[in-house]
């Protein structure tokens, strides 16, 4: 499994008073070693995942707190999707701040104006000030959509929560039509931005 590594500065030996060409290869070598170590770490993959749902998801309870789920993997990469049938917990596999981005398909039928809640879960724990909402209104559709930057640790996974107090809402996936292809209910990603800062 591929590690994501700080570049350190390189340990340059400190010049002779006089000229040396030990020293000037010793000088080279390190300075060789640390551009390849920084060409290797800028070139190389960092953590990525992409996922979206197949299903409409319900609203079975009034308020209560609904966990959104994932059933198809897009692409990833020291990331996963997993946690059984609801495929609702992401894992990261290497430590960063990560920019994570979700948008849901919303819909409810009649009755009065209604808002769905949207928040993150790190590790199964509601993130504090993480809330956001959309209204809907009778009989409408709409899209939730925004995007959290969190440090993660190894190890961790982050869940996308929803509630509303009108059973009537949902987060559909729409079929195909003629001229356009099906739409999940749910599209979740994250990417690994930077190293976590100590």
């Not at 009989?139 to 930057?149: E, H, S, T």
Request: proline letters at 6%; hydrophobic letters at 40%.
């Amino acid at each position: 499994m591929a590690v994501l590594r700080k570049v350190a500065a390189p340990n340059l030996p400190l010049s002779p008073l006089q000229y040396s060409n030990s020293w000037q290869e010793q000088f080279s070598n390190v300075l060789r070693l640390f551009f390849n170590q920084l060409v290797t770490t800028v070139g190389s993959a960092t953590p990525y995942g992409s996922f979206y749902d197949t299903t409409t998801q319900t609203n079975p309870v009034s308020g209560a707190t609904n966990i959104a789920h994932l059933n198809t993997i897009v692409t990833q990469y020291l990331c996963s999707v997993e946690d059984g049938v609801a495929n609702s917990r992401v894992y990261v596999t290497q430590s960063g701040v990560y920019n994570i981005q979700f948008s849901a398909q919303t819909q409810k039928g009649g009755g009065p104006t209604t808002s769905i809640y949207f928040w993150m879960l790190q590790n199964g724990i509601n993130i504090p000030n993480s809330t956001g909402y959309i209204a809907i209104a009778p009989n409408d559709k709409g899209i939730a959509a925004w995007n959290f930057l969190l440090q993660l640790q190894a190890g961790d996974y982050v869940q996308l929560a929803w509630a509303c107090t009108d059973t009537g809402a949902t987060l559909p996936a729409i079929v195909p039509t003629v001229s356009a292809p099906a739409s999940p209910s749910m599209i979740f990603t994250i990417n690994w931005v930077s190293s976590l800062s100590y």
